[in-house]
T-cell receptor, first 117, second 114 residues
């Protein structure tokens, strides 16, 4: 079965520090997608990125960057020069094809990031 | 445009009662998902609709849980004979279709069973 592990449960940093959130996944599928979502205190899950299993290029979006390594089944997320507004719970997720051919997301337990001023 | 909306935002009920939770997906999205998020955990899949039909209900914990989407848009998650262990945030998500598209999540309904 699919599994996503976010080993870190909570991290606290000071503003402007860089922080990396780890994600390790398990799957038997050859085609799959990996995701990161942000859940701020308001509770709504905010989509950050989707990456397919055939594209191992790293991606950068502003202060955010993602490192996908198939060899280690990892999809790590780095926030550069963190800001207080980055404080949230971050979830890594893996798509899984279900019975009937649909897609569902399998989430990790999340990692709570606190950025202090 | 409007995102996924869910009502009510909070629901407090007593053990044994029946509750209905509503999800209004993004217009034009054919795929709709329900997830449940317990405190300190990631969301867990409950059920998936493609159009009006439940294509996958393998995540529903037992037969007290049921969901419908009669016209292929709004969906209702129904829980009978609620138990304290049902207390969680129930999240709804929709996507354009089921083919690895981004799922957009609603704000959730926080259910508390006393």
């Amino acid at each position: 079965a699919q599994k996503v592990t976010q080993a870190q449960t909570e991290i606290s940093v000071v503003e402007k520090e860089d922080v990396t959130l780890d994600c390790v996944y398990e799957t038997r599928d050859t085609t799959y997608y990996l995701f990161w979502y942000k859940q701020p205190p308001s509770g709504e899950l905010v989509f950050l990125i989707r990456r397919n299993s055939f594209d191992e290029q790293n991606e950068i979006s502003g202060r955010y960057s993602w490192n996908f390594q198939k060899s280690t089944s990892s999809f790590n997320f780095t926030i550069t020069a963190s800001q207080v507004v980055d404080s949230a719970v971050y979830f890594c997720a893996l798509s899984e094809i279900t019975q009937g051919g649909s897609e569902k997301l399998v989430f990790g337990k999340g990692m709570k990031l606190t950025v202090n001023p | 445009g409007a995102g996924v909306s869910q009502t009510p935002s909070n629901k407090v009920t007593e053990k044994g009662k029946y509750v209905e939770l509503r999800c209004d997906p993004i217009s034009g999205h054919t795929a709709l998902y329900w997830y449940r998020q317990s405190l300190g955990q990631g969301p867990e899949f409950l059920i998936y609709f493609q159009g009006t039909g439940a294509a996958d209900d393998s995540g529903l914990p037992n037969d007290r849980f049921f969901a419908v989407r009669p016209e292929g848009s709004v969906s209702t998650l129904k829980i009978q004979r609620t138990e304290r262990g049902d207390s969680a945030v129930y999240l709804c998500a929709s996507s354009l279709d089921s083919s690895y598209n981004e799922q957009f999540f609603g704000p959730g309904t926080r259910l508390t069973v006393l």
